[in-house]
């Protein structure tokens, strides 16, 4: 019964309920009401340049009235300040709401800014500009409100001011000084006048902190004008002493844009000091006073004109070498002409073709006796067998001839036909023959050596090995510089959509846009790299076809005299300096401390080439091959890239690199010192114990090769002092770091490589004198104008804006671009010096040339 009472009267208890609940919601919703009717909403009318003192409750709201007339042809602002007077004001602050036309601006008294860390700062005194909405009409009366509340019930005091900013517009190429600070930012107008597309916008100011940002923006509202809204549109950077923005009209419909400088709450950005960590996750931090003094300029950029003079100039510099190397190349022509030929023939004798040595041998069985008789007989040179002698003993005779023609085949095998193929000679070939197995540490480790000592290998076999030299940089090359000119791409592009200015570390006051290129002067100034690379390749081209000439006819020059000629490295010296030229201007296209190395990668492979080349000349029968180099090389880069990561403050890293910098001269001064004839195995330790103990302790010899020894310990002096410097300095530029240890070895082995040339009779001549003492002089200049330092991705990029400087040629390049024009001028002379400092020797047979 009960339980069919409670289902009877069940939905009766349910819209009982329901009608409580409803009952509630109106009485709560009543008292609310009548809340808000006690509420007071006060408005004023309120006038410009005055000064509001009021107090704001929970109960009361402050509505100020104010309208002012707009003109089309005149712009001006208008700036909101308020003070807030009360002590405690951060736990109910005040909330001001400024409603315009098309805009409304909402801020809070104490204004609170959060740094790195979300570390926060009370700002209890706000300065903000309103934007101005655009009008059609020549004047028009606008009408803005100021709405003034809090929940404070103890009130709030403040003061409130509105006043007309009168210089809101800039003006071109004229100065304006401002203050601003985190709470109080600013920002002006600017307008393109006609005729203008391209202006910079210049901020500087005589105080380094605090640190400040200068946006770009478009004309709108808002206007994001607080450190934490200034990056979300438009072009920005962080500045101490300088900044600067190259802004073109095309980027601005409105042929307008806003020029904004914030200071920011913390001057980590700038790299200044970190400041503490609060203790509490809420506590506020006294900023301080961070007021600063700035001053604003705009300035026309250059025009299209100064463009194509610049492309111009640059075309005119490279190419007048075009045609200084064809005058020069026209006058050793005529003098090659007018020079005599010396072939390779024995007097009275028809030579014997080396291309016929294989048939020679095969049908040498079916030769008379008399006719080799005759044949030897009339060689003038043969002096150890008379007439007579050959008479009585044909058939020695015969077999001495065949002996004879065999030594002259392989001794002048370079003259086969050029269209034989190759692939059947490996570089071991020569040595697989008794003679040189015998005798090749006997040779080498002569007290004096001769040219003809280490020139005994095959010459194809040598042509072929040096020409991987060229083959593998190509090949190098193609796969390096694609992926890095698809990031270079992207970065640009970041750079662009993001308007992130910090990202990449450009002299700004002489950075020159052009389509998508943020700084087209500095690519187009690594034009020289490539062209005078080029130019050293045709050079090279010219010197091996007329060698191969010399070779086709037996010149007794070509095959006998002079160093022996291999191009091989010389070509890969070439495709290396048109490769710097492509990845400098890539790294150029925004540098920074992660694309460094695409700058310095072919400065190691020219400067290891240098060396290779040098010590090719000498020793062409030991220098190392192409994929040893190489494989050497990309471990060099591989350090490069770790240093640039890790390097930075890192002892472990400085401890482990200088170790195996020190154990690696130490590897190569051996090699060079023993000619190669020395092992790395088991033993190593019992010989050097043992010729410790034979040279230094019983009997005290001094070294057998003095002039090698002078060279290892002065390049063991000045790698062991580089490893010291690197291990107690630390230098950020790591990079640049391992570049100067690659120039000092190839200065030092040059300078030792001239010496020992002097020493040894031998003299330089004309033209290659005139290389060294020009490439010598514009390494200085080339060297002055890199140490200027325009900007350094080492420091943070508003550290590094402060050696930013204006362009000191044709308006249109700046002190790194003349470093790229000179040094491209300087690399290219000293492949020239390479090239004909040993021309000298072109007649001397080199059995009477020294090794050293």
Known sequence: MVLRSCCKFGPVLVWFRLGYVVLLWLCVTHLRCARAETKT???????????????????????????????????????????????????????????????VLSFQVPLILRGLYQRKYPYAHVGRTLCQPPTRSLTETQYFFVDVSTLSSLGTHYQLRISRVDSFTLHTDKKFSFTAS?????????????????VIVKVNSEMTFPCSVMSIQDIQCPVYDLDNNVAFIGMY???????????????????????????????????????????????????????????????????????????????????????????????????????????????????????????????????????????????????????????????????HHVAIRIERSLESVAGRSRQESLSSIEEDDYDTLADIDSDKNIVRTKKYLCV???????????SKKYQIYFWNIATIGVFYALPVIQLVITYQTVVNVTGNQDICYYNFLCAHPLGNLSAFNNILSNLGYVML???????????????????????????????????????????????????????????????????????????????????????????????????????????SVLGVVFGKGNMVFWIVFSVLHILATMLLSTQLYYMGRWRLDSGILRRIVYVI????????????????????????IVNWSLAAYGLLKTPNDFASYLLAIAICNLLLYFAFYIIMKL?????????????????????????FFFFQGLSTWQKTPAESREHNRDCIVLSFFDDHDIWHFLSSIAMFGSFLVLLTMDDDLDNVQRDKIFVF
């Open 533 to 639: 690379g080029l130019l050293f390749l045709l050079i090279v081209l010219q010197r091996d076809v007329i060698h191969s000439r010399a070779l086709d006819r037996n010149d007794l020059n070509a095959l006998e005299c002079g160093i022996p000629k291999h191009f091989g490295l010389f070509y890969a010296m070439g495709t290396a300096l048109m490769m710097e030229g492509l990845l400098s201007a890539c790294y150029h296209v925004c540098p920074n401390y992660t694309n460094f190395q695409f700058d310095t990668s072919f400065m190691y492979m020219i400067a290891g080439l240098c060396v290779l080349k040098l010590y090719q000349k000498r020793h062409p029968d030991i220098n190392a091959s192409a994929y040893t180099a190489y494989a050497c090389l990309a471990a060099v880069i591989f350090f």
């Open 41 to 103: 909403v006060v408005q004023k009318d309120a006038e410009f340049d005055v000064t509001y003192n009021d107090t704001v409750t929970s109960d009361n709201q402050i509505i100020y009235a104010f309208n002012h007339t707009v003109s089309r042809n005149k712009t001006e602002g208008v700036r909101v300040t308020v003070d807030v007077l009360s002590e405690g004001a951060e736990s109910s602050p005040i909330l001001f709401v400024v409603r315009q036309k098309q805009a």
């Open 759 to 783: 020493r040894s009779g031998e003299r330089i001549q004309c033209m290659a004198m005139v290389c060294i003492l020009f490439t010598a002089v514009v390494w200085g200049f080339a060297l």
């Open 182 to 198: 985190p709470s109080q930012p600013q920002y002006f107008k600017y307008v393109f006048p006609d005729g203008v597309d391209t």
């Open 237 to 399: 950077q962080t500045m101490t002493k300088t900044a600067a923005i190259t802004v073109q009209r095309k980027d601005f419909p409105s042929n307008s844009f806003y020029v904004v400088v914030v200071v920011k709450t913390e001057d980590e950005a700038c790299g200044g000091p970190l400041r503490f960590y609060p203790l509490r996750p809420d506590e506020l931090i006294d900023a301080g006073n961070r007021s600063k003094t700035l001053d604003v300029v705009v300035s026309p950029a250059i025009s299209s004109d100064v463009y194509v003079m610049g492309m111009l100039f640059c075309l005119g510099i490279f190419l007048s070498f075009y045609l200084l190397t064809f005058l020069v190349a026209c006058v050793e022509n005529k003098r090659s002409v007018d020079r005599p030929t010396v072939v390779y023939r024995k007097p009275g004798v028809t030579p014997v073709s080396p291309y016929e040595y294989g048939s020679f041998v095969d049908n040498a069985s079916t030769l008379s006796s008399e006719a080799i008789t005759d044949s030897i007989a009339s060689d003038a040179n043969y002096g150890y067998m008379g007439q007579e002698t050959l008479k009585r003993r044909p058939f020695l005779t015969a077999i």
């Open 452 to 462: 003809s000592d280490l020139a005994r290998k095959d010459k194809r076999v040598l």
């Open 693 to 716: 103990y034979t040279d230094c302790i019983r009997q005290c010899s001094g070294p057998m090769y003095i002039d090698r020894m002078v060279l290892l310990v002065m390049g063991n």
